[in-house]
């Protein structure tokens, strides 16, 4: 490759998970500290990383032609981007990408990201990098500090999978599990916090898998984290995803119960309803052990909001068993959910089972249960109307002195009056839609 002038702005694209949100937030940082400013809306940026998702079919395809589509508005704009390529897809298909695509300069793994000023140095010189190596923890120890937050973060306390689920990639993308430790997570929570963060959501793809010494050197799980986190001042929320039912905890269920900041709201995905589906799927609970799990939430905190995830289709399913998770969630009643078509992933046990689903089964499944989410998702907005509660501003709204922000069960308020990004009003909801509450500012609380 030629050599080319140093990158003076960037652009990440992140895909996919929270996780990915968070990892495109400390490339950005890596950046910065380089110098490289944020592109101006509109503009081509001079380096464009693609942080991308593996998890469901034509995450590979969307990635060669987001590039292609980079290389012309490039040309367009006579300038061709670096172009980095980060992610769970680069960790998957590396080599292939470098192959396949001559516009790509750099190939960066979820773990591998912290090297990325020092592959963008190599890729200037005209070379070309890949690293997809594992080294866990090095990366976090890597990063510069925060320096500056959006008022709800997110902090990665756990990272990969020991699950192994049939139908899930992430085992083999994101490593085994590994949880960051305790003291540098406190840190990193308090810089947070310095840097305008008033909400932190702990990041894992099993959160409730993190373990850790805590300061004194005891043994600690993720209640105990969440406990010490809650003693940041100027912190008001505490939110945690994504859990798994096996790793749920005691401690975690009574800390709904005790820690007035961690926010009544559990996403806890079941996947399916029928327990041969579960089995075949290798979750470790089954449709009823995960009812009882939600009693225990619902006992701990009784206006806990719930969420899951759901996948429709995995091969083999019978409409009998279709049929058994729509029963699951009239049984749950979920305050909002995430469904998906199954889509075969390479190198799983899944993609090669007996009875693949035909596409358009998969489909009138989707759209069933899509329905039955949406009319519980509107039925618990509903239910909130005439509550008063705390909404954290997030953001200005699409007309003139309207705000936008949250209320501790996770739902999007828009309300008009006094506000600014970062403060923690009072509101009374007043309105509910499928996807929003309206509200009535009543007062802005004192940070
Ligand atoms: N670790 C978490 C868990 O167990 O729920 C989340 C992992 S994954 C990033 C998020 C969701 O993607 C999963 O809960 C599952 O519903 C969905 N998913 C994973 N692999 C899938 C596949 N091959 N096809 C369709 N959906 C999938
Ligand atoms: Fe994937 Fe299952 Fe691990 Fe979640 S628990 S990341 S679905 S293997």
Known sequence: MPTTAHPKTYRVKSFGCQMNV?????????????GIVPAPEGEEADLVVLNTCHIREKAAEKVYSDIGRLVKAGRLAGKE?????????????????????????????????????????????GERATDTD?????????????????PAAFLTVQEGCDK???????????????????????????RLVEAGAREITLLGQNVSAWSGEDAKGRAVGLAGLIRDLAEIDGLARIRYTTSHPADMDDALIAAHGEIAKLMPFLHLPVQAGSDR????????????????LLERFRAARPDIALSGDFIVGFPAETEAEFAETLALVDAVGYAQAFSFKYSPRPGTPAATMEGQIAPEVMDDRLQRLQAALNRDQHAFNRASVGRTC?????????????????????????FEGEAAIGDLVTAELVGAGPNSLAGKLRETVAA
């Not at 968070?22 to 380089?34: N, Q, V």
């Not at 172009?83 to 001559?102: D, F, L, S, T, Y």
């Open 22 to 34: 968070y990892d495109g937030e400390r490339m950005a940082e890596l950046l910065a500290e380089k």
């Open 134 to 150: 594992m080294p866990p923890i090095a990366k976090f120890d890597a990063l510069p500090p925060r320096r500056k937050s959006p």
């Open 277 to 292: 589906v579960l089995k075949a799927m290798n979750r470790s609970h089954t449709a009823e052990s995960y009812l009882r």
């Open 390 to 414: 705390e909404v954290l501003v997030e953001r200005t709204g699409k007309r003139a002195g309207q705000w936008l922000g949250k209320s501790p069960w996770l739902q999007s308020v828009w």
């Open 164 to 190: 192994f689920c049939t139908y899930c990639v992430v085992p083999y993308t994101r490593g085994a599990e590994i949880s960051r430790p305790y003291k540098d997570l406190v840190a990193e929570a308090q």
């Open 81 to 125: 981007p670096l172009i980095a390529v980060a992610g769970c897809v680069a960790q998957a298909e590396g080599e292939e990408i470098m192959a396949r695509a001559p516009a790509v300069s750099m190939v960066v793994g979820p773990q591998a990201y912290h090297r990325l000023p020092e592959m963008l140095d190599r890729a200037v010189a």
